[in-house]
């Protein structure tokens, strides 16, 4: 899939204005390090063919992440073919004369389903996710497919209608459209000037002699870095790296496009919208990722998204719901945007205006010299946080490489260092120039035309699974072969502390930095008064503002003296280095414990939160969501509540805080704390912090009752500004997430909507090409459960891919799994469990959805063991006594199907 960084970033705001988050200091990490280069755990080699690897250890889970670079992407296809580097990135996944298409999706699954892709201007990557002990396997699986892929006209005929329906999906989304004209202004008459996706014209004219020349011109060991992190021995993968690679001949390398966009004049674009807010967004030219001024404009945009800045000044001041400030270089020249979010039922131009006044101060009287330091210090500060996460590690590593041209991650510490406040003023002053911006305005309407309406999805001619067992070779055979329980999840150490917090620590010493996470358990459906709905995300949305000792501004920049960040609400967090850690969370706690609540902040945020809820409602997904939630519960379900703008516009400042008094307690808060702390330690430091935090009243009830189970219903939500339709069939089961089947249907689900070899996929895309992607999953409360299957497809295909999704489940429910089927799903479980604890984050988030859930903290383990013990007749058993086909609900946001 092609990298389009600002698509997912743009979609992802769009939810994260409407739910009104609180980041306090969202882009510092930790204090600075003096940036001296330490590479004790980095080994470096070029092969004599001319490809570059770096190994970085780090022994956080025994896990590895491969990561090969080409130096090639959409700057390099020729002209009229501006998907060449995406389709030959999806044709690297169909096979080569070591491995065909079949093995590699059967040793993809026995790895655990962690592989993907993804295609940008100049660099497209592929990397590997596995168990340290298979290494290996990703490094014979790249060396095999770097020069010996095949490309037929038979292979391209069956990947094209594919690619094509990710293009009718990604067309679907206002946010890509807009970003794709954006582009196509910003870098007008260059390589750039087009998006890496592609576009069915260019498809159509894409032939297998045209990929061939490509991958030929372009794919070749001195054309590659290849980037292994992970818990390696680094002589040992350094030979095995040299084994399958060594031997790989040298390319000859055409000459690189140069990419030197002329500047653009001022000019708008308005789109229509199906989404529940207006969008305006300023759009400059800004420098490459090798350009000269990439530090010093990458520190010019922390400063401008900064909390403290003036553009997010207009959300607590209430002019706009959300504000933000993005770069987005590509290496050779980049993009830079504001966004912000009002209601729809506003008038723009205030907005607008004010945004307008916030650059020209900007660049009239320079960049505030102290945020600027508060950007220096978190990115130099970021080095540090590079080994809390195996597959951060390869990417940040990967980018300093290939996108950057440096040396190591080190290199861009050191250029921050040298970047002044006079060249970040001088940036702003002549790159933010109004005379040369793009504006966009994206208004939410029921006008809006879906791009391409009729979709991509044009006959396929898709290849038949494998019909029984696929022969591996030797290699992988020798890996893979033999099922084995992962090793043992260490068990992290638990408290229960004086006010009932639950403190679980699990120390991590692969960095200098402590993470904490929280999560207070609350439930609005049945906590919020009757008739103050919205009373919930009012309170969090306050947080805001500080707490009563600092307030937002101070707060902020005291997490920044630390670079330090955090959030806080019913879910908080902080992150720092070990030895900021004792200040940030005492800081923390200052704000959780002792929020301000403002009355002015009150009135501003009500206000906000009932005209965003006015747009929300009316949005084409927000219908939907109700609609096939309605589906599965009783008419008269707490969870069917909502806010409106009437309810929320009768809540008053002392309600916000009785709830805050009534759901924010100790007793129902869990805190995890991860990295270079000892348990005792972290439990003397949070008990410090949070000890004289009292529960007010009885303990509330949160669980949801148990509703009967649901039946077949068809529900439709018109969306004139989508041209696939996004389909969900769901039911609610019987199953309680503590009874010991719901790791037979773990196993069952992997079998059939899991990875590109499950049932669903093989059957709704590989055979039929009905979609494009299909999947299916488990979901459970303490108290509920739902099954439900997703895919995105064109109108015309809806019902034939319901009926093959309908036959697979079936098919569970009646016929045990071979022995073949299911020893492929045990593998990929058992090797993903490692995987899942490769980054803090992950670690972090395990914890917590166990606490969530009621569940022990060696939970992982006893998974391990039934998964590894689990027989055909145990999955089979489980679908036919809780999955039901017949009384799945089909919800589609989207045209009618046909």
């Known amino acids: 899939m092609p990298s389009f960084a600002r698509f997912p970033r743009a979609a992802l705001l769009a939810a994260s204005i409407l739910a009104s988050p609180v980041f306090i200091s969202s882009h510092a990490n930790a204090q600075a390090t003096s940036g001296a280069q330490d590479e004790s755990n980095v080994t470096r080699a070029t092969l004599s063919n001319g490809l570059k690897i770096v190994i970085v250890s780090d022994p956080l889970a025994p896990v590895v992440q491969t990561m090969i670079n080409y130096e090639t992407g959409s700057v390099n296809a020729p002209k009229g073919f501006s998907g060449t580097a995406h389709a030959l990135e999806h044709m690297m996944f169909n096979g080569s004369q070591s491995l065909s298409r079949d093995q590699l999706s059967t040793i993809s699954a026995q790895l655990g389903n962690n592989d993907n892709a993804d295609t940008t201007s100049d660099v497209t990557q592929y990397y590997f996710t596995a168990p340290a002990a298979n290494l290996d396997v990703p490094l014979q699986i790249e060396a095999g497919r770097m020069r010996g892929l095949n490309i037929t006209d038979a292979e391209w005929a069956h990947e094209k209608g594919a690619i094509e329906q990710e293009v009718s999906r990604d067309l679907s989304s206002p946010f890509y459209r807009m970003f794709a004209q954006i582009r196509g202004i910003i870098f007008k008459d260059t390589p750039y000037e087009e998006d890496a996706l592609g576009s069915r014209p260019s498809f159509d004219k894409t032939t297998a002699t045209t990929l061939r020349t490509f991958y030929n011109q372009w794919y070749g060991p001195n054309n590659a870095t290849l980037v292994i992190t992970g818990d390696v021995n680094p002589k040992a993968a350094l030979a095995q790296a040299e084994a399958a690679f060594g031997k790989i001949p040298a390319i000859t390398l055409p000459k690189r496009p140069e990419v030197h966009p002329e500047p653009i004049k001022a000019q708008a674009i308005k789109l229509d919208t199906d989404l529940p807010a207006t969008f305006l967004v300023n759009a400059w030219q800004a420098p490459g990722a090798r350009d000269k001024d990439y530090a010093a404009f990458t520190l010019l945009a922390d400063v401008l998204g900064s909390n403290r800045a003036d553009l997010f000044g207009l959300v607590p001041s209430g002019k706009a719901l959300g504000t933000g400030f993005e770069y987005d270089p ?3 020249a980049g993009l830079a945007f504001s966004y912000a979010a009002l209601p729809s039922s506003a008038n723009p131009e205030p907005l607008r205006q004010a945004i307008a006044a916030v650059f020209a101060h900007y ?8 945020l600027i330091e508060a950007a220096r210090r978190k990115e130099i500060a970021s080095i540090e946080f590079n080994a809390n996460s195996i597959s951060s590690l390869a990417n940040t590593w990967s980018q300093a490489l ?11 510490i050191t250029a921050f260092h040298k970047v002044t406040k006079a060249q970040i003023d001088e940036l702003a002053k002549k790159l933010l120039d109004p005379e040369h911006m793009l504006t966009v305005t994206l208004t939410p309407n029921n006008k809006g035309v879906a791009t391409g309406a009729k979709g991509f999805g044009g006959a396929e001619s898709f290849s038949s699974p494998p019909s029984r067992k696929v022969a591996l070779p030797s290699w992988a055979t020798n890996a893979l072969s033999r099922l084995t329980l992962p090793p043992a999840a260490a068990i992290p150490t638990a408290y229960t502390l ?3 917090i639950r403190l679980i620590v699990q120390p991590e010493h692969v960095s200098h930095t402590v993470v904490l996470q929280g999560m207070i358990r609350q439930n609005a459906d049945l906590q919020e008064p009757s008739g103050k709905e919205g009373l919930s995300s009012l309170t969090s949305s306050l947080f805001l503002f500080g707490s009563k000792q600092h307030d937002r501004l101070a707060l902020a920049r005291a997490f920044d003296d630390l670079a330090a ?15 900021a850690f004792p200040k940030a969370l005492n800081l923390l706690a200052e704000h959780e414990l002792n929020p301000a609540f403002p009355a002015q902040a009150f009135r501003i945020e009500q206000t906000q939160a009932a005209q965003s809820t006015a747009g929300l409602m009316q949005s084409p997904s927000y219908k939907f969501n109700k609609a096939r939630h309605a589906a599965l519960v009783p008419a008269n379900d707490p969870t069917l509540r909502e806010a409106t703008p009437k309810t929320i516009m009768g809540l008053t400042l002392p309600d916000v805080q009785n709830y805050y008094a009534a759901t924010y307690r100790p007793d129902l808060t869990t805190i995890v704390v991860i990295g ?10 949070v008990e410090k912090a949070f000890g004289g935090w009292k529960a007010q009243g009885p303990m509330p009830q949160i669980d949801l009752p148990t509703v009967p189970l649901s039946k077949s219903s068809k529900i439709n939500t018109a969306d004139p500004g989508r041209s696939q339709d996004e389909v969900h069939l ?6 309680n997430v503590n009874d010991p089947q719901h790791y037979a249907l773990t196993v069952g689900n992997t079998i059939l909507g899991e990875g590109f070899s499950s049932l669903l996929m093989q059957d709704l895309r590989v055979k039929t090409g009905y ?9 459970y409360s303490r108290t509920r459960a739902s099954f439900s299957i997703s895919f995105g497809s064109d109108p015309s295909k809806v019902s034939k891919a319901r009926e093959h999704a309908l036959q697979d489940v079936e098919t569970m429910r009646v016929k045990p799994v071979s022995d073949d089927t299911l020893n492929l799903a045990k593998a990929a479980l058992l090797r993903d469990l490692p995987i899942e604890r490769s980054s803090f984050d992950g670690l972090a988030d395990n914890i917590l959805s166990l606490s969530s859930l009621g569940r022990p903290l060696d939970t992982p383990n006893r998974m391990a063991q039934a998964i590894y013990t689990m027989t055909p007749q145990q999955v089979q058993a489980a679908f036919a006594q809780w999955v039901r086909p017949n009384d799945l609900a089909q919800a589609v946001l989207g045209p009618a199907p046909q």
């Open 402 to 412: 290939t996108f950057n041209h440096l040396s190591s991650p080190q290199d861009m």
């Open 771 to 779: 979609v494009y992607g299909v999947g299916s999953s488990f979901n």
């Open 676 to 685: 270079d702390i000892t348990p005792e330690a972290a439990r003397d430091e």
């Open 498 to 500: 004086s006010n009932g």
């Open 330 to 332: 590509d290496p050779q």
């Open 565 to 579: 960040s955090e959030t806080a609400g019913a879910s908080f967090s902080v992150s720092a280095l070990s030895d």
């Open 363 to 370: 660049r009239q009287n320079g960049i505030p010299e102290d």
């Open 730 to 735: 769901s039911e609610t089961i019987g199953l």
